[in-house]
Each structure stands twice: as structure tokens, then as C-alpha cells.
């Protein structure tokens, strides 16, 4: 091996079980495990004209004589381009499995990644680390969260973000985020939201030029994980939100009970003022748009209760009576009305019930 050829090898970090050697271009092939994108290839190309190629690609040989490219296939396109016959290729010794989390962790070392191809790399890690574990390999101690982090260069955290996001944010929001059009912070916070609800917010802001507008949308999203006090900032949102579904804004009183009813399981009604003290199962309940609640009462068929909601505040633990002396304890409690109440179960599978 020559002096400037160890120099290169020293350089991109070739291992004891990988050598390097120049291949024909047409013996390369892409990844088909590669959904990157591939951008950029002819500022790339101008960049090898001028200053030669800076890192070898890294490459395994195929069963059929090929050698797949595991990093490196923006540099092979831009050879190519350029004419080049023969490519200076670190060859590896490596499993299918381990050859797609070097070529994820090669795109992360060398590229700015788009939030989407983050996520997509998250999700195939987590894959391969579940199908690593099922086959019985050892992987290194720790949550695969961690070792995705490792990989990532992100932390656990970010990963759990990044994992919310692409489970549960809508694909026009996952555009926007891609285009830097919204952050993923506020990615995450709409994420929050169900899916009609992001349509609904998405509707109203998707021909809006996010530079121009920008304190706009941060004002409506950030509306969302807490209650928008600021006379003017409510006064911003009405004025360009004005066919936005009340839903969407946090302080509403319809949008947090609707929350609830989702969050939570077999809410009971309870009224403890001076003339009332009681506890009733509900069977169905609405809430129009004037916050007039209307109750069905389990065990009573043609008995509804109609209930101005004045609030729907989280109450602490307290202790109630209801029936002649007898007092609950509950602690998933709302105050929705002077002595009346809504007392939650948690859900089946996801909490626990026995509050």
C-alpha cells in the first residue's frame, strides 16, 4: 500500500476487518435501504472538479459480485457525472442489519437531514434494534431509545419528540416542517391536537408566507399549549382566524371538556351545593356552543340535565359528600359549575383506574 494511500486510510478511519481498494464505477450500486434524498449533486460534482474527493465511499461486496454503497452514494453520482471510471472504496465485512445503521449514521455525520428523513431514520433504528433483540443479540445495556439517540446524535428526548411528531402530526404539517416553516416545537404542540383538528389550523394558515407571518402562527400555535391571555394576541387571532373552530384554542371551555372526554373514561356527574348532593352516572352528555352541557342520566331513560358550564378547571383531591353523610375521594375532579362537578375514571390500559 503507498504512504499517500495509508495517509487516506488513517484519514477516513479505515478498521483492521475493512481494506481499501479503487473499484469500477459500474460495480457500485445504491442502497436500496437509502431513502435519503439525494440533492445537490451537481454542487457536489463542482467540488470534487475543484478540490478532489475528500473521503473514499464505504461499500460491501454482493453475492452476485456487486458492491452495494453504504456511504457515499451523493459522491457516486457525482463520479459519475464527472466521468470517472474508478472509485476509491473502503469494502466492508458487515450484516445486512449493520450495514443499514452505518448507512443511517453516515448520512447523519455527513449531512443536514430534513426533519422527515430524521424520523424515517428513527423508525427503521428502532426496527432493526426490536429485530436485532428478537434474534437473540446481545445490544449494548440501555433503552434502544438511547441507542437510537447514539445514533441520531440526539438525545432520548429529542428522539420521543421526533417519534410524537411522526406518529401523530398531519403530512401537510410534516411539509411545512421540512420547509422551516414551523418548528418542531411547534410541530410538537400541534401534534397534541387530533387530526381534524390540525386540518382545521393547517386550513387557515397554509397559503401564509411564513416569514412575513411568522409571529402570527407562532402566536396561534403557541395558543394551543397554554391559554392565550394577552388582549392582543386574542385580538390577532380573531381578526386572522376568524372561521377557526373555537376547538382549537386552549382557554375554550368546549375545547378542554371535549379533551377530557377523550383523555378519560366514565365521567360521573356530581352537584354538592345547598340543595343538592348527589352523584350521577352519565350515559351520553353534548355541549352546544353556548357551553349549555346536556346530560343523559344512566338508569333513567327520559331524564336530561342541562348545565350552564361556567369553567372547567382540574380541582385538587378533595372530599365530597353525596349521599347522606357518605363522602368519595376522587382525583381526576373538574369544576365545571358553583357546587358542580365531573369526576373522571382513567382509561383501561393506560392508567390506572383506581382513583
Known amino acids: 500500500m503507498s504512504y499517500l494511500k495509508g495517509i487516506a486510510n488513517r484519514i477516513n478511519g479505515v478498521e483492521k476487518q475493512s481494506f481499501t481498494q479503487e473499484l469500477d ?50 459522491r457516486y453520482r457525482a463520479l459519475k457525472s464527472l466521468g470517472y471510471d474508478k472509485v476509491p472504496c473502503q469494502i466492508k465485512e458487515i ?24 424520523m424515517e431514520g428513527i423508525r ?9 433483540k428478537a434474534s437473540g443479540e446481545q445490544l449494548p445495556k440501555g433503552k434502544i431509545r438511547d441507542l437510537i439517540g447514539a445514533d441520531m ?9 421526533y417519534q410524537k411528531v411522526d406518529k401523530d402530526l398531519i403530512e401537510p404539517f410534516k411539509e411545512k416542517l421540512d420547509k422551516e416553516e414551523i418548528t418542531l416545537t411547534q410541530a410538537h404542540t400541534l401534534s397534541s391536537l387530533t387530526k381534524d383538528e390540525q386540518e382545521i389550523i393547517h386550513e387557515e394558515i397554509k397559503d401564509l408566507n411564513a416569514k ?22 386574542k385580538q390577532i387571532i380573531d381578526e386572522m ?3 377557526v373552530s373555537r376547538e382549537v384554542k386552549d382557554e375554550d371551555i368546549i375545547y378542554k371538556f371535549k379533551r377530557a372526554l377523550k383523555e378519560f373514561e366514565h365521567p360521573r356527574l356530581i352537584i354538592s351545593n345547598d340543595y343538592i348532593k348527589g352523584m350521577f352516572y352519565i350515559k351520553q352528555c353534548s355541549m352546544s356552543k353556548d357551553n349549555m352541557l346536556s346530560i ?4 333513567y331513560k327520559e331524564s336530561y340535565l342541562g348545565i350552564q358550564v361556567k369553567c372547567f378547571d382540574k380541582v385538587d383531591e378533595i372530599s365530597i359528600e353525596i349521599d347522606f353523610g357518605k363522602s368519595v375521594n376522587p382525583k381526576i375532579l373538574y369544576k365545571i359549575s358553583d357546587g358542580v362537578y365531573i369526576w373522571f375514571k382513567r382509561k383501561i390500559g393506560l392508567f390506572n383506574q383506581n382513583n
Open 25 to 74: 464505477i459500474n460495480s457500485l450500486v445504491p442502497s436500496q435501504n437509502n431513502f435519503y434524498g439525494i440533492r445537490e449533486i451537481e454542487e457536489l460534482a463542482e467540488s470534487i472538479k475543484e478540490s478532489g474527493l475528500m473521503h473514499n465511499l464505504v461499500v460491501r461486496k454482493l453475492d452476485n459480485g456487486k458492491y452495494e454503497i453504504i456511504s457515499g452514494e451523493r
Open 95 to 118: 450484516s445486512d442489519l449493520d450495514a443499514e445503521i452505518m448507512l443511517i449514521q453516515a448520512n447523519v455525520e455527513q449531512r443536514e437531514l430534513l426533519p422527515t428523513e430524521k
Open 124 to 132: 427503521r433504528l428502532r426496527a432493526i434494534y426490536e429485530q436485532k
Open 153 to 161: 446524535k440526539l438525545s432520548g428526548v429529542q428522539v420521543g419528540r
Open 212 to 233: 412575513e407571518h411568522k409571529e402570527e402562527i407562532e402566536t396561534l400555535v403557541e395558543g394551543i399549549k397554554q391559554p392565550v391571555k394577552s388582549e392582543l394576541d
Open 241 to 243: 382566524y376568524p372561521t
Open 296 to 299: 343523559s342520566i344512566e338508569a
